[in-house]
């Protein structure tokens, strides 16, 4: 059989998918390329290059095809033409083209619960009773009260607020629309529906060279066929959440594996749904089992819908939340799929949220702002699944400013929520639901992309009226500015995005231990691979043989989420009694910004500050302690990755020449190994990765932007060995920390990893 075999039975190797990042384009704030205001595709392909620089493997654009724009394209009315304001079939021909000669993929965003009342299908179905597409939507009858008034079929409340139904005074029936009376849903129970569905929507695309879709609602295709009304749970509205009477029917896995097999698996492509009001495990496996054929993987937004009132009547009444519900509902998500043939997604950002520093940071100061972006980067991509990233979050990108008032939010889920608290005439409900979309709206995620500090953020040209207000930040937050800056935002998404894949055997396919659940600042976890120390690294399958004579790879992540300096998590007792006997990579947050970072704002200078590093050079240099020897050996600050390469290229032969010696030694070296840290600059180099593609994990001295990260070291001697010629390709053996900028402090910050705890966040 063409495959390798697996522990769990299954064979082959993981797709390709597993391990790629994706991006999700916005496309009518992401680039305007012919000066309309409106975001294009053309604007993307002239932007292709920077998601390639980025690490972006998989560009999923949001909705392009032909539309009236009641709800920013998802309402389709041509599913095979394009909104005039974005191109042409031809501009997705040369998108497609621009992604693959780059060695990228595009998946198109695919919404099939519902058209626009514009598409012909629903024209026909409304023009009779008749009429051969009259079952491709569900029309009902109406009801009557007992004072003789017509009522909807059921008092089921729509996510834009007000009733699922609307009355068609043509043929005298009632319509459903689970979103906006523009967005009648399709009738997944006629056959011919779905076939027309495949066909026009799906087909069509993929034979055009598409990699794949992101399908929008896709637990909403089958819904309970009795049409009765749902439990009375506001009193104050007629109309009621009712979730359970469209969300995961009867039928639904049916439809999803018959789409799978007529569809998607023909073209080998992929899939990510989004899967909504699921919040049970035992209800989102059968969706991404991988026996069950139906979807690669799913958006479930527990952990994202944080904050909110819940789905409908008061969704926008913000609710505070603490560290440990959060984290409580990562590890919920992150574990799931371990013992099963599922798979997962990592997200905190898309086109349907406020912007996660917003939301999960702290904004208050240029300094808090820049450390709150980067703890959420490491966050993501250190967690287990599939990455998606949303566009602007690689820069920071924050939500509206508060000032802004209702007349600058556009989308219609924001101002139908808002225009029914008007209605109640109920002031605190008015100001409530306003502070709630200040933090929560779907517009701060749609305002123009901030590429550069000209006028309107270099989005479109000066003088032109955009279709969203720019951010009146553009000029401090933009993505010039960031590529030009080593220590930005940008900057250490790009090095962190590489660290992933990197150890993708950890953060992509590792297993996830959540640390201190209860603590209400610090987020920790430990990362744990299915690769033993001694294993060389491999092109991931995502399982070994776990023998449990060996010890398994690991990394611990730490993350502070608070203002103040916080204990560290003990690190020994979490790696166990024999640290020093294990290569572990390490990676934690830290309690301070360089001195090349934002400048500091009085509060910040005046917050207390961790202990001090020992030095033992200038602070042009980094240090790596030879724990075979006291010597030091002094790396320059500019000493680079390419430069790593070049040296360890020219002493390949050598080192080869040593490998049996090398593995002698480090067996021994192992034994006494003395594994602590001895000394630390406060200034480090940039980017110095692992000495060999091979190594079991990897020596790392990192400048990760504005941010002190000099790893301390918990195995054998990775930089002596190889400095005497002692180290072979497959028994490198080093434990590494890599302290990764993501606290919310100003300062300086040393080593921490010594028995007991030390001070730092």
């Not at 574990?335 to 999960?360: K, L, Q, Y």
């Not at 002190?708 to 400095?723: D, M, N, R, V």
């Amino acid at each position: 059989m063409n495959g390798l075999y697996h522990d769990d039975g299954r064979f082959g190797k993981e797709p390709w998918w597993k391990e790629a990042t994706f991006y999700q384009v916005y496309p009518a704030s992401f680039k305007d390329s012919n000066g309309d205001g409106w975001g294009d595709i053309q604007g993307l392909i002239s932007q292709i290059d920077y998601l390639q620089d980025l690490g972006v493997d998989v560009v999923w654009l949001s909705p392009v095809f032909e539309s009236p724009q009641a709800d920013m394209g998802y309402d389709v009315s041509d599913y095979q033409k394009i909104y005039a304001p974005y191109g042409t079939v031809k501009d997705v021909d040369a998108l497609i083209e621009a992604c693959h000669i780059r060695g990228m993929k595009l998946i198109l965003d695919l919404v099939v619960n519902h058209t626009s009342i514009e598409h012909e299908w629903f024209k026909e179905s409304r023009s009779s009773r008749t009429n051969a597409k009259r079952d491709w939507y569900i029309w009902k009858p109406a009801r009557y009260n007992a004072q003789g008034q017509r009522i909807p079929p059921t008092n089921w409340r729509g996510y834009f607020a007000g009733s699922t139904w609307t009355w068609d005074e043509h043929t005298q029936e009632y319509y459903l629309h689970l979103y906006a009376p523009e967005q009648p849903d399709l009738n997944w129970e006629s056959e011919a529906c779905r076939e027309a569905i495949y066909e026009n929507t799906m087909r069509f695309w993929l034979a055009r060279g598409v990699d794949g879709f992101r399908i929008d609602t896709v637990n909403k295709y089958s819904k309970r066929t009795e049409y009765v009304d749902a439990p009375i749970t506001d009193p104050n509205s007629p109309f009621q959440p009712a979730p359970e009477m469209w969300c995961n029917g009867p039928r639904i896995h049916e439809f999803i594996h018959e789409m799978r097999t007529k569809a998607l698996d023909p073209y080998g492509a992929v899939s990510v749904g989004e899967l909504s009001n699921t919040p049970h495990p035992s209800q989102v496996l059968p969706y991404v089992s991988a026996a069950a054929k139906e979807l690669d993987m799913v958006f479930e937004f527990s952990m994202i819908r944080l904050g909110t009132g819940g789905m409908f009547g008061p969704k926008y009444i913000y609710v505070p939340f603490t560290l440990p519900q959060l984290k409580a509902i990562v590890a919920k998500w992150q574990t799931f799929i371990e013992g099963t043939d599922g798979w997962t997604t990592v997200f905190c950002e898309n086109h349907d949220n406020g912007r996660a520093v917003s939301r999960f940071g702290d904004c208050s100061t240029p300094g808090l702002w820049q450390a709150s972006a980067k703890t959420i980067a490491l966050w993501q991509v250190t967690l287990t699944g599939t990455l998606f990233l949303y566009q602007g979050q690689e820069t920071g990108m924050t939500n509206m400013p508060a000032a802004w008032g209702i007349e600058e939010y556009k989308d219609v889920e924001s101002l139908n929520f808002y225009a029914e608290a008007v209605e109640s005439k109920d002031p605190k409900r008015i100001a409530d639901t306003m502070h709630g979309l200040r933090i929560l709206a779907r517009d701060h995620s749609r305002i123009p992309f901030q590429w550069n500090d000209s006028p309107n953020a270099g989005f479109t040209e000066e003088g032109i009226k955009t279709w969203m207000r720019v951010h009146d930040d553009y000029r401090e937050i933009n993505a010039a500015k960031q590529i030009a800056d080593p220590d930005s935002i940008l900057s250490f998404y790009k090095k962190v995005l590489r660290l992933r894949k990197r150890y993708k055997d950890l953060f992509v396919f590792g297993d996830f231990r959540l640390l201190e659940a209860e603590d209400k600042a610090i987020f920790a976890y430990v990362k744990e691979s299915h690769l033993t120390v001694s294993d060389a690294q491999p092109q991931i399958n995502g399982f070994t043989s776990n023998n449990s004579a060996r010890k398994k790879r690991m990394a611990v992540v730490v993350l502070n989420f608070s203002k103040q300096i916080r204990d560290c998590v003990d690190i020994e007792s979490v790696l166990g009694s024999e640290v020093n006997d294990m290569a572990k990579l390490l990676i934690m947050s830290y309690a301070a910004a360089a001195a090349s970072g934002p400048k500091q704002t009085p509060e910040e200078a005046a917050a207390p500050q961790p202990p001090e590093v020992i030095s033992s050079e200038s602070a042009s240099t980094a240090s790596l302690v030879d724990v075979d020897t006291p010597s030091v050996r002094t790396v320059p600050s500019d000493f680079m990755e390419q430069d790593v390469k070049t040296e360890t290229q020219a002493a390949r032969q050598e080192l080869e020449d040593a490998a049996e010696r090398a593995r002698a030694e480090a067996h021994l070296a192992k034994k006494k190994s003395a594994g602590k840290a001895r000394k630390a600059d406060n200034i480090l180099t940039k980017w110095f990765s692992e000495l060999s593609d091979n190594a079991s994990t990897a020596l790392v001295v990192s400048n990760l932007t504005a941010v002190i990260g000099l790893s301390t070291y918990l195995g054998y001697k990775a930089w002596g060995l190889y400095e005497h010629g002692r180290l072979g390709w497959k028994n490198i053996g080093v434990g590494v920390g890599i302290l990764a900028g993501v606290g919310l402090i100003e300062g300086v910050f040393g080593t921490y990893l010594q028995k007991g705890k030390k001070k730092q966040s």
